[in-house]
């Protein structure tokens, strides 16, 4: 079965202090990636998605970056965070035979910047 | 601008009575809407609709899609404490790799 992971649950971060969250999806090959974030009591912004190895999508104008140095692992990084970073990040994928459907979501990490 | 829009943001009622859900979209080439739950942390899946006038239907919960109106309504009888949760109704277009969700809707439900 699939399973996917995300890391650290929780993060409390200072203004400017770089940033890196990790996903892992197990049991599939050749995934669509997917980062989310979602403020507080709101829908889910999308920020990235990769349909492959390398192949980074950016949906909004940020100073977030993704990238995806293996096939099930998609990383979002940030070199500074600023306040209106907080928020909570969500990872999900769909598999490579049924893009159009549903995508499953990781556990989330809470991420808080002070 | 928003392409997909939820309503209510918010609803709470007391346990027992039936809540109806709504989402509307503004696509160029829809595929599909999906419905999800969300209670502490990761939304989970509810139901997907492709097709206009077929209710989809899982124990309390059933979601149906109009495309002439385009928009879906979920509805959930006899709530429960368990249904307390933020509803998120998300859209796909045809040849986009990417789902474009709503805002939600947080809906509480009292004993």
């Known amino acids: 079965s699939q399973t996917i992971h995300q890391w650290p649950a929780t993060l409390v971060q200072p203004v400017g202090s770089p940033l890196s969250l990790e996903c892992t999806v197990e049991?599939?090959?050749?995934?669509?990636l997917y980062w989310y974030r979602q403020a507080a009591g709101r829908g889910l912004q999308l920020l990235f998605y990769?349909?492959?190895?390398?192949?980074i999508s950016s949906e909004v104008p940020q100073n977030l970056s993704a990238s995806r140095p293996q096939d099930r692992q998609f990383i979002l990084s940030s070199k500074k965070l600023l306040l209106s970073d907080s928020g909570f990040y969500l990872c999900?994928?769909?598999?490579?035979?049924?893009?159009?459907?549903?995508?499953?979501f990781g556990p989330g990490t809470r991420l808080t910047v002070l | 601008e928003d392409k997909v829009v939820q309503s209510p943001l918010s609803l709470v009622v007391h346990e027992g009575d039936t809540v109806t859900l709504n989402c509307s979209y503004e696509v160029t080439n829809f595929r599909s809407l999906l419905w999800y739950k969300q209670e502490k942390k990761a939304p989970t899946f509810l139901f997907m609709l492709?097709?206009?006038?077929i209710e989809k239907k899982s124990g309390r919960l059933s979601s149906i899609l109009d495309k002439k109106e385009l928009s879906s309504i979920l509805n959930i009888t006899a709530t429960q404490t368990g249904d307390s949760a933020i509803y998120l109704c998300?859209?796909?277009?045809?040849?986009?790799?990417?789902?474009?969700f709503g805002t939600g809707t947080r809906l509480t439900i009292i004993p």
């Open positions: 492709t097709s206009s006038g």
């Open positions: 049991g599939t090959s050749n995934p669509n």
């Open positions: 990769s349909v492959g190895i390398g192949q």
């Open positions: 999900a994928w769909t598999p490579a035979w049924d893009r159009g459907n549903e995508q499953f």
């Open positions: 998300a859209v796909r277009e045809r040849g986009n790799e990417k789902l474009t």
